[in-house]
């Protein structure tokens, strides 16, 4: 059974910076698409961005391109996104998520359509201004 754990979180000032972890375990994950999406107050789950490291391909939601990065360390069955000039409206309950196949573009599709094999508890990004 696949589980993830999201870490990393918490109160940061507008243009500051923040690195979320996940810890992934129950799986291989070299075939697997992993990602975050967020869900922030009154917004619909939004994808941010995702990596699928056999394919070596990535998806980056056009609000977080240039500031978020997202990684993976396969050795340690960790996933990383580092969160760079984060903006008041990057505040949401941030999410790793996994579904085997697909590749960096397909991302959206899985967390608009709620298709993703499983997710974490997410953990919490404030951001002040």
């Known amino acids: 059974q696949v589980q993830l754990v999201e870490s990393g979180g918490g109160s940061v000032q507008a243009g500051g910076s923040l690195r979320l972890s996940c810890k992934a375990s129950?799986?291989?994950?070299?075939?697997?698409?992993m990602g975050w999406f967020r869900h922030g107050p009154g917004k619909k789950r939004e994808a941010v961005a995702a990596?699928?490291?056999?394919?070596?391909?990535?998806y980056y939601a056009d609000s977080v391109k240039g500031r978020f990065t997202i990684s993976q360390d396969n050795a340690k069955n960790m996933l990383y996104l580092q969160m760079n000039n984060v903006k008041p409206e990057d505040r949401a309950k941030y999410h790793c998520?996994?579904?085997?196949?697909?590749?960096?573009?397909?991302?959206?599709?899985?967390?608009?359509?709620?298709?993703?094999?499983?997710w974490g508890q997410g953990t919490l990004v404030t951001v002040s201004s």
């Open positions: 998520a996994t579904v085997r196949g697909g590749d960096g573009s397909t991302w959206p599709l899985y967390v608009e359509s709620g298709t993703l094999d499983a």
């Open positions: 129950g799986d291989t994950f070299n075939n697997h698409l």
């Open positions: 990596v699928r490291f056999d394919l070596g391909t990535t």
